[in-house]
């Protein structure tokens, strides 16, 4: 068996003898001769430079929020007002990526939409190759997205339920202390009476208005409480659904992804169809030429031997 020989240094003398006789100067030969160790990198194309950006931005949000965590969970290190501030930074950041996501989706259905032929068949198959693994990655970004949202809906739903465990002791001490101002009032009402006759009348009416007011003021306080408590409420509610809505968005997703290797496999299984359509075709044609030319020499043949005898 002849063993194989290396022909590289050949094939680079041959080269250089080449660019030699081309009039190739020594600066243009010694580039041409580092092309073949050195190679350039290849470029990305707008897909892919899109994509490894929305996967940077994921990144730092997982960052950010890595960084800001016990930031945003500890009501001791920050205030509400820095604790908002986060959450709407975040917020942004999401909003972002996943603005970046639908643009991706975008760019592959106009690719789709272009690649389709005829009757809606895909023109190459390496072109549906390539739309199937861009679908994959925009399916990547959408569940690296989804479990950063993820992350931080729970850091939110612990925030809320902190500011419902802190509301629901100032409850009830409101009301406890509107109890006990009530109990109160009743025996400073009889000591009022009491020395009714030493103390002037305008006193008293002014008294009764100061009482009235603050009872009016306690009964709007403890109203807006519960609002408030209420609202509290409702945003961890929104947040849970918020959190079960992403989920079953992802997984909406993933059926999306199941139909769209249906639908290749469905594609491939019409083109073999229009394969074996059109090779019986061909083979029914040239049958009907076969049966033809059957007959004809077999007619010739009838006639030649009722001629002959």
């Given amino acids: 068996m002849v063993k194989a020989r290396d022909r590289t240094e050949d094939f680079k003398d041959t080269v250089r003898r080449t660019a030699h006789s081309l009039g190739y100067d020594e600066a243009k030969v010694a580039s041409i001769m580092a092309s073949f160790i050195i190679h350039k990198p ?3 194309s707008p897909f892919s430079k899109a994509a490894l950006k929305t996967l940077e931005s994921i990144g730092e949000l997982d960052q950010f929020l890595l960084k800001h965590r016990k930031d945003y969970t500890d009501l001791h290190r920050t205030t509400e ?5 986060i959450e709407h930074e975040v917020s942004t950041f999401i ?3 996943q603005e970046q996501i639908d643009i991706l989706k975008n760019s592959i259905n106009q690719e789709e939409e272009t690649s389709k032929g005829w009757l809606g068949i895909a023109t190459t198959k390496s072109n549906a190759d390539v739309i199937a693994h861009k679908h994959g990655v925009v399916l990547i970004l959408s569940e690296r997205l989804h479990t950063v949202t993820a992350q931080f809906d729970q850091l939110r739903a612990v925030r809320f339920q902190d500011a419902i465990n802190k509301a629901i002791p100032r409850r009830k001490l409101n009301r ?4 006990d101002s009530a109990e109160t009032s009743k025996p400073d009402g009889m000591d009022l009476r009491e ?6 009348e305008p006193l008293r009416v002014q008294q009764q208005l100061l009482d009235d007011e ?13 609002t408030v408590q209420e609202t509290e409420t409702k945003m961890v509610e929104m947040s849970a659904l918020n ?18 290797e249906q639908a290749i496999e469905a594609t491939k299984n019409v083109e073999l169809g229009n394969k074996e359509l059109s090779q019986a075709i061909q083979r029914n044609s040239s049958s009907r030429t076969f049966l033809l030319l059957f007959l004809f020499v ?4 009838i006639l030649f031997l009722d001629w002959y005898s």
Avoid at 81 to 85: G, L, P, Q, W
Avoid at 176 to 179: E, G, L, N, Q
Avoid at 214 to 226: F, G, I, P
Avoid at 243 to 260: D, G, R
């Fill in 243 to 260: 959190h079960l809505m992403s989920t079953h968005v992802l997984q909406q997703a993933q059926q999306i992804e199941h139909l769209y």
């Fill in 298 to 301: 077999l007619t010739f043949s």
């Fill in 81 to 85: 007002k820095e604790r908002d501030s």
């Fill in 214 to 226: 603050t009872r009016a003021l306690q009964v709007e306080l403890t109203n807006l409480l519960d």
């Fill in 195 to 200: 020395p009714e006759e030493l103390r002037a």
């Fill in 176 to 179: 406890v202390t509107r109890k």
């Fill in 42 to 44: 290849p470029q990305r």
């Fill in 95 to 97: 909003k972002t990526c």
